[in-house]
């Protein structure tokens, strides 16, 4: 499984695009990137996932680049309730356990 | 009512008992997971299984039994309970996408054990 790199903590304010990046030097070739999000008090919660180049569902994007050496999740006009705990995981086909982890603390101020 | 659910809620036990935290799930998805997450941290794989009758450790998995002798249930139990596993559990499952792949982790809403 590869290891994951992010930040510890960020602070954003309400309303502004907020980007969080993963590093994954080594990610094998069959591996896909997925994030979770984690609210106070309850479990992690799936966001979005992507092999390669640009995905967008409801709620954010994920960009990752030719070499997918990394990956960047984007929360576009956050609000107070994006505060939260926010994972980066690679894992690909065959691959048993989903291991999480420090993650990202964002926290979203007024 | 569909989903996954664990109990009890909150769970308060002495040092050197035994407790078991339960799990279930509605989907019969293949794989369930368990995770500790300490005040503070992030999660950590305790035990995980990818059918009925398979399980297998993960990163923490001392001090602690699992079983799942059906596809919905899947136990956890602290034979001898200390102090170090006072925690928040998490209990997840997930499945297999026709790609080979595991699809997202559905969690449930967690136990929080206090040994004392």
């Known amino acids: 499984l590869a290891k994951t790199t992010q930040p510890i903590s960020m602070d954003s304010y309400e309303g502004q695009e907020v980007n969080i990046t993963c590093s994954h030097n080594n990610i094998a070739t069959n591996d896909y990137i997925t994030w979770y999000q984690q609210f106070p008090s309850q479990g992690p919660r799936f966001i979005i996932q992507?092999?390669?180049t640009k995905v967008t569902n409801e709620v954010a994007s994920l960009f990752i680049p030719a070499d997918r050496k990394s990956s960047t999740l984007s929360l576009p006009r956050v609000s107070l309730s994006d505060t939260a705990v926010y994972y980066c995981l690679v894992g690909g086909i065959g691959d048993d356990k989903i291991i999480f982890g420090k993650g990202t603390r964002l926290h979203i101020l007024p | 009512d569909a989903g996954i659910t664990q109990s009890p809620r909150y769970k308060i036990t002495e040092t050197g008992r035994q407790v078991t935290l339960m799990c279930h799930q509605t989907?019969?998805?293949?794989?369930m997971f368990w995770y500790r997450q300490d005040l503070g941290h992030g999660l950590r794989l305790i035990y995980y299984s990818a059918a009925a009758d398979i399980t297998d450790k993960g990163e923490v998995p001392d001090g602690y039994v699992v079983s799942r002798s059906k596809t919905e249930n899947f136990p956890l139990t602290l034979e001898s309970a200390t102090r170090s596993q006072t925690s928040v559990y998490f209990c997840?499952?997930?499945?297999?996408?026709?790609?080979?792949?595991?699809?997202?982790?559905?969690f449930g809403q967690g136990t929080r054990l206090t040994v004392v």
């Open positions: 992507g092999y390669k």
């Open positions: 989907w019969s998805h293949s794989y």
């Open positions: 997840a499952s997930s499945d297999i996408a026709s790609s080979g792949m595991n699809t997202e982790a559905f």
